[in-house]
Nanobody, 126 residues
Framework: QVQLVESGGGLVQPGGSLRVSCVAS????????MSWARQAPGKGLEWVSG????????NSADSVRGRFTISRDNAKNTLYLQMNSLEPEDTALYYC???????????????????WGQGTQVTVSS
């Protein structure tokens, strides 16, 4: 069965950096677009950044563009999110997701992803 396991979250000061990872199993990782989404307390799931199966085409939400970088290592079945210049507003539970079969490009709607991991907490605070 599909498993997505996130790790690497933690507490970081404003302006700091953090890299979160997601190890995938149970499907052919290299053939699916993947994304990161986040959920802050009391808010809905927000799509953050996505990457195509080839690891070349990416897209990010306006709120993180220029600060967050998504990447993947298809040989290791692993998805990454490098987060720089973190702000308190970035505090959330971060999830990685697998796109539904047949989707073209990098979907930017969280509903286009059929599996999500259990999440890793990122807290930005002084």
């Amino acid at each position: 069965q599909v498993q997505l396991v996130e790790s690497g979250g933690g507490l970081v000061q404003p302006g700091g950096s953090l890299r979160v990872s997601c190890v995938a199993s149970g499907f052919t990782f290299s053939t699916y677009a993947m994304s990161w989404a986040r959920q802050a307390p009391g808010k809905g799931l927000e799509w953050v950044s996505g990457i195509y199966s080839d690891g070349i085409s990416t897209n990010s939400a306006d709120s993180v563009r220029g600060r967050f970088t998504i990447s993947r290592d298809n040989a290791k079945n692993t998805l990454y999110l490098q987060m720089n210049s973190l702000e308190p507003e970035d505090t959330a539970l971060y999830y990685c997701g697998k796109a539904r079969p047949g989707r073209v490009g990098v979907p930017t709607d969280a509903r286009e992803y059929e599996y999500w991991g259990q999440g890793t907490q990122v807290t930005v605070s002084s």
